[in-house]
């Protein structure tokens, strides 16, 4: 049933029991879900139940590669990893590049899922088929880079790969990140749930290799692939010699890199102190994932005191962002620093910036006191101030402890009006685009499954003005839906899923991303699926996980935008007098809702939707629950 | 000819034309010198003529295994490192253990001998008999753990072994060190020359194994050897568990624990701030050289702010003076946060830690302004002036760069009568053992060939009190000359060269030391030869390292101790009143000589003692040097 891509079994690791099971993965799964997301998300909805304490024993952890993923196709090594989010209380799915997703698949496995509670802290050691429940007493307490060399060390292996957590995930900060080798899995604080389980890390070794169901079909649909990217205006060009970094330039340019907590954006365009040219010269190479050819992961280096010698592998376009743009810090050697420190603590750097650009915007309004800040002066562009605070918070000391999950929780702490500064939707802090200059990308913010979160359906038409499907204003309202919509869907089931790099997608195929998707599936895996029906299971996997956030509760209230988006214009630059009034919101909703075939009072998934994408079997389970969507409703009341 | 132990090759590696060059391991140096330090002396000698600029293209750098290293003999994954000293100018020869030692073996090399000069930041990677000179750009300015990761993903293989400097080695501080995964070839600058050639690292992966000429006798020999550690009473009992911090409680206990630059020793001795106990508080576990039994080398996380989370290897009882006792700091998590950062940034923890306690003297003593040290209170005890002081010195800022070259030259530029308080000999500065309490150790301070080195002849008989080869009086004078002489010849024979941790020699084996090393050395090399031989080599060894150094100037005035030590009395503790008066120093280097067969007045090597030796053909060339024993300047009236 496998001919290749998948090696067709799951891992089953239960912690409270010290037991591994390996099963099979059901066709069916493999072929409606695709891998990575998919997998996640579907293991999540049919094994974490409502109301499952985020950081309690029953939540589940999922790592999933997909098919793409240990084969020659380049840029593919990446993960997926899935729990109910303790910072959102929805679904919570990030992913990750480097060596860690294909040594997954080369122990033998498409998925680890991650069950229980250790009772005392634990690694778990995976060569091929085998697993060792490990004492992590010796490495508890440590940061990323030493845990994931002292593991090597004691396993006597150096090219064993590691994905662990840092002080932050043990001490179970909200905004807790998984980190691999130097990259990570930052949103969502999927950190926190692993130090809920008392487990600091997985150390894997695989010597197996994955099929290929057509070898000569492959090397046809990768020459697709490495045309398109080779034909890119940017991609080697730009995106290989500088990453993310340049994107600070473009969101200088068009208005929307966010500034000193959102009130500045536009007005204050720091793209002389932050930008590419400044972050160039730290930059001394690059990294690459495996099989990856671009290696768009910039190394820089640290030039002026107190941070002169720190190495980090960063920082990308939303680090700069969050430790720049949004606190307000013009020190690039500072922001090197933090995103080192982030990294090495465990902390995700969007988040953790955002909570400390809230704090500087509650000090400076004096909503904070110097009482409050343990004695720091939390100004906006006060860097020592942000290194301390990123420290506090991984210990959960001072002011970080009240920050360290994240800024909704901080705000319901802090309280005296607060919340409205909070900028965050679902509570996931947002990322580096003020999206009152980009419309569809907010809606993507106010209905992501994850919260705001610019990689679910990342709105490239309004940032770099690619006209892929269709040209767009990014101002305006009209289309925005259905755009997020095909945004969303296209993104999770040719990026999330295979798994590919996000980056290929925006960059690279575009325009033939579901077709390119087909072609390498069929390749790998021997299933043959037309580009209209890889679109469609990205639709199923973002209907399964709107679907897993109505049974906890969520509703078209909580698909919104800090107030701040909704009621204050840009005061500058050059999305000057927009933003995303509530009314926008609504007709933006509306269209949505319309496009996805959810119910636009509720915002639930109806049944016939559900049933069309082959989910009828979660009707039952949402039609109890209250909040129905009027279609559920009516099946309710007519069984 | 080399039925095993020996993989009888040298590769011989010229940065300036980047070249490699194999040749054979002649069989008489392979006989007469053992290996390590017995290669890298010899070398030296003979190839890097007198007056070398040490920092200059033609020092030489010398990489040497001993025929123990590569085998399956424990504790011998050791090798030592040799060139002319920056610091001293004398011989500069230091080991490390760990991983890499043994991977050169594997290469196929017993010796690797660096030449010349890279044009530009360069690494060497050798892949068993294959080199490469590769680019350095990337790396350079990085600190150790990032160098070495970094370049293991750029070559694609966790499991290379680098060698490398730091920040410090590239600024030529006088003080770097060589750092290979966490070991670190820590005294004499060793780390300067690299940085003086453009070499930043040596990366190096080995598939080849270690031929064993008697797989029998190796089993008896191994069989002595782990009897007798086995028997041994301190080393699983206690060092095993400890480590080397154990010692900071017995030179408390004995008065000889030197505090606040040697002006407080044995009157203030912080054995309940800095001892065993609170040490092994931030004990998380422990590392293991590869094939070591013991483990000693502990892993210390620091609990406290602003150092918390910090994570060393370490720090050894050397450094627990060097930046506990000798500064005054007390703060346990501030010496684990500077031993690590020391150890990033290619600093040696004893020069740096014993510089800045000597800077801290300079200040209380006004001989340092506040003006002098830009504005840092460098008060004895103060822990965040040592860190940012040992950051300077790597990059050689502030008054870290005055201090960067050592005491001697920072005495040497700041005048005003402060070479007194210059702790040092022959540039080295001083080790953990005030030797107003322990004379044996005192004498090899003053004569050791690399400076004040307590590894060279450490008299563990006054340390420890153990009564081999016979019991001493810590504080008699007569018969430390011959007692040194043993120590001497014994270390370098049984470890320095085979290679042996020295901790074994110390814990284990001090009584069959020689007899251990001839029946393992006939074991792994087919080479007969008796105790008395090995103790042979060992002299022949020292007496060439002498010659080497006579030949560069120094002279029986050099062979002397800081003034505060011969005019001081201890003014408290157990050695309470003690001091090597000149008188008495006088006695011993006067019995030590003689003991050597060395001339008295100068402190020369007689001719006939040479000759005794193999080492006639040195005769010639020192004679024609002033400053010769009476016993060559007769040979030269008489040809």
Chains 1, 2 share one sequence.
Not at 118 to 131: H, L, S
Not at 260 to 286: C, H, W
Not at 335 to 343: G, H, K, S
Not at 510 to 519: D, H, M
Request: net charge neutral; glycine share 10%.
């Amino acid at each position: 049933m496998y001919k290749g891509g998948y090696t067709g079994k799951i891992l089953r690791i239960n912690l409270t029991n010290q037991t591994a099971k390996e099963e099979d993965l059901p066709f069916n799964i493999a072929s409606d879900f695709i891998g990575g997301a998919g997998f996640g998300i579907k293991y999540l909805y049919d094994e974490v139940p409502a109301r499952t304490d985020p950081l309690g024993p029953d939540n589940k952890l999922i790592f999933a590669s997909g098919p793409f993923s240990g084969t020659t196709i380049p840029c593919a090594s990446r993960m997926a990893i899935t729990a109910k989010s303790p910072l959102t209380g929805a679904v919570g799915m990030g992913l990750s590049g480097g060596y860690f997703p294909v040594e997954l698949k080369f122990t033998g496995y498409d998925i680890l899922i991650i069950e229980g509670k250790a009772e005392k802290p634990t690694y778990v050691w995976i060569m091929d088929g085998k697993v060792k429940f490990r004492s992590a007493k010796k490495i508890w307490g440590l940061k990323t880079t030493d845990t994931q060399q002292i593991i090597k060390n004691e396993l006597n292996d150096q090219n064993v790969r590691v994905a662990c957590i840092g002080p932050a995930g043990e001490n179970l900060c909200k905004i807790a990140c998984i980190v691999n080798e130097m990259r990570v899995v930052g949103r969502k604080g999927l950190g926190a749930v692993m130090g809920s389980k008392n487990l600091k890390a997985i150390a894997i070794r695989g010597t197996k290799r994955v099929s290929i169901a057509d070898e000569n079909k492959l090397e046809a649909a990768k020459r697709e692939m490495t045309r398109a990217m080779k034909e890119s205006p940017v991609l080697y060009s730009h995106f290989s010699k500088t990453g993310t970094p340049m994107v600070v330039d473009q969101t200088c340019n068009t208005g929307i890199f966010p500034t000193k907590n959102f009130t500045t954006t536009g007005v204050y365009a720091p793209a002389d102190k932050l930008g590419v040219e400044i972050q160039m010269s730290r930059n001394i190479g690059r990294e690459h994932c495996y099989g990856c050819p671009v290696g768009c992961s910039q190394l820089k280096l640290a030039k002026t005191e107190p941070y002169k010698g720190i190495l980090t592998e960063g920082p990308e376009y939303e680090t700069m962002y969050s430790y720049g743009g949004a606190t307000g810090v013009e020190n690039i050697d500072a922001i090197i620093a933090a995103d080192r420190l982030a990294d090495e603590l465990g902390l995700d750097t969007i988040s953790s910036g955002v909570a400390i650009a809230f704090a500087m915007e509650l000090y400076e309004k004096g909503i904070l006191s110097k009482e409050d800040t343990g004695g720091i002066e939390v100004n906006f562009g006060n860097h020592e101030a942000m290194i301390t605070i990123i420290k506090q918070m991984a210990f959960r000391e001072g002011i970080g402890d009240i920050l360290a999950d994240g800024t909704k929780a901080a705000a319901e702490r802090i309280g005296k009006g607060s919340a409205k500064y909070a900028m965050h939707v679902k509570g996931l802090e947002l990322p580096a685009y003020d999206v009152r200059g980009a419309k569809a990308h907010g809606l993507n913010y106010a209905t992501s499954y994850t919260g705001a979160d610019h990689n679910r359906g990342y709105a490239f038409q309004e940032i770099f003005g690619i006209p892929i499907p269709y040209e767009v204003d990014r101002f305006a309202v009209a289309g925005k839906g259905k755009l997020t919509k095909w945004n969303q869907d296209v993104r999770t089931a040719t990026c999330d899923c295979p798994t590919m790099c996000a980056f290929i997608l925006d960059m690279a195929v575009p325009g033939i991303a579901t077709k390119n998707t087909a072609s390498l599936m069929e390749a790998v895996t021997g299933l043959e699926l037309t580009p209209e029906e890889i679109q469609k299971i990205g639709e199923r996997i973002n209907n399964l996980a709107r679907v897993f956030n109505v049974r906890e509760g969520f509703t078209r209230a909580d698909d919104t935008l800090p107030e701040r988006l909704m009621t204050e214009p840009l005061k500058g630059g050059a999305a000057k007098g927009h933003f995303i009034s509530r009314e926008e919101l609504k007709q933006m909703l509306d269209e949505y809702y319309a496009e996805r075939g959810w119910d636009i009072e509720t915002g639930i998934p109806k049944r016939e939707k559900l049933e069309e994408l082959g989910l009828g079997y979660v009707v039952d389970e949402i039609k109890t629950l209250k909040g129905l969507s009027k279609s559920n409703e009516k099946e309710q009341g007519n069984p």
